[in-house]
């Protein structure tokens, strides 16, 4: 379980809360939806979630571990065990769909395997059975640079379920994508959250949020402002949006 109490992010001369007060508890499986107007906190929230920006007040505990107390080891803790998905992901093109998986990035992998790109056989298979999962056993063969933006995507899902993610946090991961490959990314993490209790913490279109999420927190001025179970929203609801 990871719980989050009173996050408040705070920046800048006047010190705006950009982050206010932020209280949640969030269970494995869960495919949570963020939502809310442009500049209402939710990259920000996604950012201090990966400790890729700092808290300014409140705790954050993930499992029995206190993220902020513990220090280096709780930040490797997010860092081996959460994986960040990006809205282009990094995909080095040359690189088959299949190394993408097996070599991982930086910081998951250890710096003689990615220079030299050394496998064992239990990892192939590993690979493979993720690439299937995620519906590109076809693809495991081909250069990531000559990918859709949808299957590119899914390499990089696969990529980090490969390396150990038990959360996955995704800014926008289907802006530029045509909508039925942006579909097929969203439909393969909610069916990740049911098969792997994958947590999913992602910034997507409302119509995706609905049809999709097990949850949809709307923000609004760095505060929450609905946290609902998976479903259409309310007029009320959306007019907060
Ligand atoms: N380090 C910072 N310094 C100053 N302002 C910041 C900083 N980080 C975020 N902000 C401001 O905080 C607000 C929230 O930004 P954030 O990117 O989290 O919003 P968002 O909901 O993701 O927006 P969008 O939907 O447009 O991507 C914005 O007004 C942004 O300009």
Same mark, same amino acid.
């Given at each position: 379980m990871i719980h989050v109490d009173h996050l408040t992010k705070i920046v800048g001369e006047d010190r705006t809360r950009v982050l206010d007060d932020i209280s949640l508890e969030i269970q494995h499986g869960e495919m949570i939806a963020l939502v809310g #107007? +442009?500049? +209402? $906190?939710k990259s920000t929230l996604l950012k201090c979630l990966a400790m890729r920006e700092t808290w300014s007040e409140g705790s954050f505990r993930v499992g029995d571990t206190d993220i902020l107390k513990s220090g280096f080891s709780g930040k490797r803790k997010i860092s081996r065990e959460w994986s960040f998905l990006e809205q282009s992901p990094q995909l080095h093109p040359e690189r088959t769909a299949l190394k993408t998986v097996l070599i991982g990035q930086s910081g998951q992998t250890p710096v003689w395997r990615m220079l030299t790109g050394m496998v064992r056989s239990d990892d192939y298979m590993g690979a493979m059975d993720i690439l299937e999962t995620l519906g590109l056993l076809d693809k495991a063969h081909q250069k990531a640079g000559t990918l859709s933006g949808g299957e590119r995507q899914r390499v990089a899902i696969a990529r980090a379920l490969a390396h150990g993610a038990k959360v996955v946090l995704a800014d926008? #991961?289907?802006? $530029?994508?045509d909508p039925k490959s942006g579909e097929e990314v969203i439909k393969t993490l909610r069916a990740l959250c049911t098969s792997e209790r994958l947590t999913v913490i992602a910034v997507i279109p409302l119509e995706l949020a609905e049809r999709y999420a097990t949850r949809i927190i709307g923000l609004q001025d760095g505060r929450i402002s609905f946290d609902i179970n998976g479903r259409r929203l309310t007029s009320a609801e959306r007019r907060l949006l």
């Open positions: #107007p +442009s500049g +209402s $906190g926008e #991961p289907v802006t $530029g994508l």
